[in-house]
């Protein structure tokens, strides 16, 4: 058995949104920025898709710029509002549980001269308001907070932070890549300014994603070149990715509710079961929030990389710390800042759900997960350590 379950890493495309996108990948190649006939149906699809999205976050379509991904988007949004409201100040309040699309670009951004404040959270890894409103200064341009985390999976209050943005008359810029097409998104009712998302976090293709930049909100390029997205973001138009991020977000939309409902429920079950089954794990942020089909678990005294490589083994796919952070030794930031003792945040796995994953194949892992996680402690020295202490 094949079990994948590293869904926020990314997604399977979806087989109808593919057909959707093919014509524009064989027949139709016309720059959608010439004027001539070959661009007649490239420019109406791209059209086409723009307003789709709009429609979908109830915005403008001139608000909606295509990026190549959730991470450009990210870095257009922050690099964008530090160079368009520079005269204004220097500050920027983001989070410690940001993705590192966000928190890199940050960092990078401090080695320009901003300043950064990175606010706290709590055990469940939800954002401190508290400390939100003493970090505001004068000079503070922007406060960038992500929507729901994609290691652990928790939401942020967002509709809180855009009330404290706009009383403060702050850009607020919110990373939905892992929300979009999971929860519904309304940005002009939340007050976002800003907000970044990505087609193959939703079953639609990679290398596309896209930025809603709120008409009013001051623009500054971060790339230059044609005038394709109005100036905004230029490169020929990869009109086959736009109608599929269209297409993806149109029927994750739609059955939007009952797939949130569905993988709660296989999510919980796959919870349960494994509590009952192996002994000293945590189900991180089980008491807040989350997005349905994530689940964070912290398997005391081993390493999360040999729980990975054992299920990879037997098929199963999954995720230690972040995608990003799988490939350096360092424990997760967002466990870190969680306050997880580090000693137990290297054994943290993430197992991420979606659409297409069956109780079948959850009951698959449970069983290799219980058999897998007894034989590493076994050969343990710390979880002997641990067993000769508790006689
Ligand atoms: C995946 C992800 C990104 C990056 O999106 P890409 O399209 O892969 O660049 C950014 N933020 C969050 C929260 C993500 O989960």
């Not at 990210?74 to 989070?95: E, F, P, Q, T, V």
């Not at 939905?176 to 009712?189: D, L, R």
């Amino acid at each position: 058995m094949r079990v994948y379950l590293d869904n926020n890493a990314t997604t399977k495309l979806d087989d109808e949104v593919f057909k959707t996108m093919t014509p524009y990948l064989t027949e139709y190649y016309g720059n959608a920025s010439s004027l001539h006939l070959f661009s007649k149906e490239t420019t109406e699809a791209m059209n086409k898709a723009r307003e789709t999205v709009a429609e979908i976050l109830g915005v403008s379509g001139e608000e909606i710029i295509f990026t190549a991904s959730g991470s450009e988007a990210d870095n257009m949004a922050l690099r964008g509002i530090a160079k368009a409201y520079r005269n204004r100040g220097k500050h920027l309040i983001s989070s410690t549980i940001e993705h590192h699309a966000v928190k890199n670009t940050l960092k990078d951004l401090a080695n320009e001269g901003y300043e950064i404040t990175e606010l706290p959270v709590d055990q469940n890894g939800v954002v401190d308001l508290k400390a939100l409103e003493e970090a505001i200064r004068e000079d503070t341009i922007l406060i960038s907070v992500m929507h729901a985390n994609n290691e652990v999976g928790t939401f942020q209050p967002v509709e809180e932070i855009a009330r404290i943005a706009r009383a403060h008359k702050i850009v607020f810029h919110v990373d939905a890549v892992q929300t979009m097409g999971k929860v519904e998104i309304k940005p002009k009712e939340t007050g976002i300014d800003l907000l970044s998302f990505s087609a193959h976090k939703f079953y639609g293709p990679k290398g596309i994603g896209g930025l809603y930049w709120r008409n009013g909100v001051r623009f500054a390029n971060t790339l230059t070149g044609g005038n394709q997205e109005r100036h905004r973001r230029p490169g020929t138009s990869d009109v086959a990715s736009m109608v599929g991020l269209a297409a993806a977000l149109k029927k994750a939309v739609a059955g939007m509710k009952e797939e949130f409902r569905r993988e709660e429920e296989l999510r919980d079950y796959f919870e349960r079961e494994i509590l009952k089954k192996i002994p000293e794990i945590v189900i991180n942020a089980k008491g807040v929030k989350r997005l349905a089909g994530t689940s964070s678990v912290t398997f005391k005294y081993l390493e999360g990389e040999s729980i990975l490589l054992s299920l990879s083994m037997k098929g199963i796919a999954v995720s230690s710390g972040s995608a990003c952070s799988s490939d350096d030794l360092q424990a997760s930031h967002v466990l870190l800042a969680m306050g997880i003792d580090p000693k137990f945040a290297h054994g943290t796995i993430r197992f991420s759900l979606g659409k297409y994953n069956t109780k079948e194949e959850i009951d698959y892992v449970v069983n290799a997960l219980a058999e897998i996680v007894e034989r590493l402690r076994n050969l343990s020295p710390l979880w002997n350590e641990f067993k000769s202490g508790q006689k």
